[in-house]
């Protein structure tokens, strides 16, 4: 129980001081720090119009978190979440431009399938030449994200170019389309949300109720003693690239599906390494990014409500960026725990047995 109450104390203390130290740096500039964060909140949450634009931002913040926070968990460090994100869209327009003639009931769930399967096939390749070469998957992923963004330039310029300006593919099929949970003015509340919520769900229960899920963990915690128990570390790391890759995938089809009905060059807008933030400040639980996403989607979302008030959108970034310091480096929070609780016992008086002061 202790250690799951540090799981959650070092990811929320590491936001709490990041805002106090931005918030220093507001004041240095000469701005009030409680009216720019009263404006961030108002411009996250503070209207229906501010929550569809945070939920939809949240939607593929959450996959993305997943993608790599399930890799983490195996002891992959898949940074190729952008890329995957990329290949899982390319497919999902692959796919939806031909499903016109197709009942949404088909075509939606086909769309999907095809950007898993596209960010699935695309992780795996890194999987694959870990298990096989040992090439590191650092490297490799990173490799992949810029064939992946170039391929998606290619595509929208040549094969899936359609009309004049930013050189973009056509729009998918009606039938392939999400539809919106709720329109508010010019955005809409995207239905896309509920299936990342379920796909985090989902993932939680692979990880902690089944036995792929144990023989993740174990490949993570120690490989070695992972492999004296007979569980193939090869084997788990293809698995665990290909289950990654889906959830990246996933994301860029429902960006797709919900959202822009379309790509273009780089559309995946560095999700795919937020991915990344979202993965340690949730502390590489399902559940715990969730929430992590949300944080985020709501700095994004609160930050150009900021800037009317003059201060620069940068802090976000400031924000972002210490946050991610102090979760990494989560022995300095733990240390400071550690060291109040002590101090607290030292203070409380202590007794002799007989109940009398010593």
């Known amino acids: 129980m202790k250690s799951r109450w540090m799981s959650f104390l070092v990811p ?27 404006a961030m909140i108002k411009g996250a949450v503070g209207s229906r119009l501010s929550w ?15 993608a790599v926070g399930f890799g983490f968990r195996a002891g992959v460090f898949n940074i190729g979440a952008e890329g995957q994100m990329a290949m899982g869209g390319i497919m999902a327009v692959a796919v939806g ?41 650092v490297i490799s992923t990173i490799m992949l994200n810029w064939i992946a963004y170039h391929i998606t330039n290619y595509l929208v310029a040549g094969p899936f170019a359609v009309g004049a300006g930013v050189p973009k593919s056509p ?7 999400l539809p919106a949970l709720l329109t508010v003015q010019a955005s809409t509340i995207p239905s896309s949300i ?43 790391i293809v698995l665990t690239m290909a289950i990654s890759g889906a959830l990246a995938g996933l994301a860029g089809a429902l960006e797709v599906m919900s959202v822009h009905h379309r790509i ?47 201060v620069p959108d940068d802090i976000i970034v400031v924000i972002q960026g210490i946050i991610i310091y102090f979760v990494a480096a989560d022995r300095i929070i733990r240390t400071w ?13 202590k007794t002799i047995q007989g109940g009398e002061e010593e």
Not at 287 to 304: D, P
């Open 12 to 38: 929320f203390l590491a936001v709490v001081v990041s805002l106090l130290i931005a918030a220093i740096i507001i004041l240095a500039i000469g701005q009030n720090p409680l009216k720019a964060y009263g």
């Open 264 to 310: 273009f060059g780089a559309f995946t807008s560095d999700r795919g390494f937020d991915g990344i933030t979202i993965a340690l400040i949730g502390q590489n639980n399902p559940i715990g990014i969730i929430f992590a996403a949300f944080l985020i989607s709501s700095l994004r979302s609160g930050s150009n409500a900021m800037q009317t008030i003059g």
């Open 194 to 236: 509920l299936i990342a919520i379920v796909a985090a769900i989902a993932i939680y229960i692979i990880l902690e109720k089944t036995t792929t899920g144990y023989e993740v963990k174990a490949v993570g915690f120690n490989p070695y003693a992972a492999e004296y128990g007979g569980i193939s570390i090869s084997k788990n």
């Open 52 to 66: 569809a634009d945070n939920i939809t931002k949240m939607t593929s913040l959450l996959l993305t978190g997943l």
């Open 97 to 137: 431009l031909n499903l016109g003639n197709v009942p949404s009931a088909v075509a939606i769930p086909l769309t999907i399938v095809a950007g898993m399967a596209g960010g699935a096939f695309w992780a795996s390749i890194a999987g694959w030449l870990k298990a096989k070469t040992g090439a590191h998957e």
């Open 171 to 177: 729009e998918i099929a009606q039938s392939a389309q």
């Open 337 to 349: 725990i550690m060291k109040a609780t002590q101090l607290g016992k030292k203070k409380s008086p």
